[in-house]
């Protein structure tokens, strides 16, 4: 899938992942929520606070972006669906 948003048109491609992962990594998806939990806790949002290991990862996906025109990185967005988010960097900065 492919989406553009944000300043010029800046866009990533995304591979849905969530289809399949508790089926091949379900420790993955266990790990991935333990960190956001964790970084929920740490930085005082709470927004985790009465849900703990109730929530579920309701889409994973590995996204690669391309930049728009310019040094202009990808504009914030929300989905409308989802109470925590938790971004991975898995390539050098």
């Not at 690669?64 to 025109?69: F, L, P, T, V």
């Amino acid at each position: 899938a492919n989406r553009s948003f944000g300043y010029n048109a800046a866009s990533h491609e995304t591979l849905f992942l969530h289809v399949h992962l508790d089926e091949l990594a379900l420790w993955l998806r266990r790990k991935l929520l333990e960190l956001v939990l964790l970084a929920d806790q740490k930085a005082g949002w709470n927004v985790s606070r009465g849900h703990g290991y109730n929530l579920v990862a309701r889409c994973v996906e590995l996204m690669s972006y391309a930049a728009s025109s310019g040094a202009v990185p990808v504009a914030w967005h929300g989905d409308g669906g989802t109470l925590l988010t938790l971004v991975a960097m898995l390539s050098p900065p």
